[in-house]
DNA sequence: GATTATGTGGACACGGTGTCCACTTTACTA
DNA sequence: TAGTAAAGTGGACACCGTGTCCACATAATC
């Protein structure tokens, strides 16, 4: 281990997270300043500064631990999120879970500098991985690049944009992915007619 | 017409474009400061603020052009990109187009705010009343919630990730986004097999 | 050529960011 | 328990970008 935190720092890094989080939830990330979350935690400048260099790295922070407990429970997890289910159901699950998180936490994200930072945080390339090992169990054909289109409406902007501007309700949304993924599946045997768009 | 622009306030307007352009081509657009775009363009600080109260005005002015061009193809250009060739084949010239769009340009929306105001150019809608239509005339249905899915890969920042992060070609997103529209479809009739993955 | 409206440019004030360093507190050691 | 070193703290400070404002210049109109 290197070396202790100490106790106040401890303490303090509480107060900073609960204050930020407080303040990200009653307005947009990009208007809360470093200051306004320093004096709501009764901390100074420096301090912040210290542990987290920009807004980003503090809704990460935030972020991390609904993210920690989602990975947890796809790992090993009751199904169908979990295992044991076949792949199409945990991926509806999946969707589900995920759409619930981002209905839940997607302001965190929304107008700050982490929807950049996000996608180079180890969450992101979980759920790629997990999506990615449901798919090739499927054996959908060339899983690779499909991954991303199928993840990509879960980008935070995305998502928020589908929410806020075009009202699409978070059931529409995890529905179309739904459906989307159980169109695909192995290329059918020669002569088996295919249901697939001309 | 409401009221004719000055020879002057013309020419003003067109190097400040282009000196945005070159900036934005050499730096991401976070960095390009007004300051520098007026400086380049030889434009007083006011004078740019006049026209384009923002950077991200700016890019989506420089954007326009591009996307006009496009709009104009699809509506009335050769097919398979323009009327004519069935649905199938003009979705797939159309992500091919589009991403050659964003190959070319993605760099103006990157690392502005333009990505969220983007959305609320018509450009966007466009894009999405278009892919709709495509999808009702291949009879696929519940089309609504399926148009936001489809284009979400095509949002310049998760674009840009695929590309630059994962090292996706250009080919392996159209190509992703094609098979994907292709395993869509109307309902099967009752009875007959499914290709779709359990 | 005079008048008016439109456009121009740079000075300015404001606000947020991130750094720096003298001070305080904790954990360790004798 | 006192002493010491390391870790943590907080606020003052300088820097930079933004956006506004207004005196001036330039073009269109009479």
Do not use: C
Not at 61 to 89: M, S
Not at 125 to 135: D, S
């Amino acid at each position: 281990m290197a070396g202790m935190e100490r106790a106040d720092a401890a303490r303090n890094r509480a107060r900073i997270l609960e204050a930020a989080a407080q303040l990200f939830a009653e307005r947009p990330a990009q208007d809360v300043t470093m200051d306004d979350i320093a004096r709501k935690a009764g901390v100074g400048r420096g301090t912040l500064y210290r542990r987290y260099p920009d807004r980003a790295s503090i809704a990460v922070a935030l972020l991390d631990e609904h993210e920690r407990a989602l990975q947890e429970r796809l790992l090993r997890g009751d199904p169908p999120l979990g295992p044991g289910a076949p792949p199409a159901e945990r991926l509806a699950a999946f969707y589900a879970a995920m759409v619930r998180l981002l209905e839940d936490h997607s302001h965190l994200v929304l107008g700050s500098e982490v929807g950049r930072s996000r996608f180079e945080t180890g969450a992101y390339g979980f759920w790629r991985a997990h999506v990615r090992a449901l798919l090739v169990a499927a054996r959908v054909p060339g899983p690779d690049a499909l991954v991303e289109v199928l993840l990509a409406p879960l980008a935070p902007e995305v998502y928020g944009y589908q929410r806020a501007v075009l009202g699409l309700t978070p059931g529409q949304v995890t529905e179309a992915l739904t459906r989307l993924t159980a169109a695909l599946g192995p290329a059918p045997a020669a002569g088996a007619s295919s249901a697939g768009m001309t």
